[in-house]
């Protein structure tokens, strides 16, 4: 079992930058791969950012040279840092956790634990 739980979102003007912060409970968090996904209201939950157990990254176009994800199996924390923040990545952010597998998956119904999300708005 992992627990999560996010912190970090918050109001920023267009260009700034956020961090945002997951915090796990559990045993086995180094053996999962994790990720941020996000949902902006209207529509449908997508993955915005991953790594895997062995430290594979991959992010989606969207935020491509923007975020950086960077995971801490001591500190079982898992950080997404957002710069140059544009109004279109206003949602809720979720950190996920996808025990047990080697390969990063962008697939929603993979991850097996979720957190309760962080409001992020960025005014224009």
């Known amino acids: 079992q992992v627990q999560l739980v996010e912190s970090g979102g918050g109001l920023v003007q267009a260009g700034g930058s956020l961090r945002l912060s997951c915090a796990a409970s559990?045993?086995?968090?180094?053996?999962?791969?994790l990720a941020w996904f996000r949902q902006a209201p209207g529509k449908s939950r997508e993955f915005v950012a991953g790594?895997?157990?062995?430290?594979?990254?991959y992010y989606a176009d969207s935020v491509k040279g923007r975020f950086t994800i960077s995971r801490d199996n001591a500190k079982k924390t898992v950080d997404l840092q957002m710069n140059s923040l544009k109004p279109e990545d206003t949602a809720v952010y979720y950190c996920?956790?996808?025990?047990?597998?080697?390969?990063?998956?962008?697939?929603?119904?993979?991850?097996?634990?979720w957190g309760q999300g962080t409001q992020v708005t960025v005014s224009s």
């Open positions: 790594i895997s157990r062995r430290g594979a990254i």
């Open positions: 996920a956790a996808d025990d047990g597998v080697l390969v990063l998956t962008t697939t929603l119904t993979s991850y097996d634990y």
């Open positions: 559990g045993r086995t968090f180094s053996n999962c791969a």
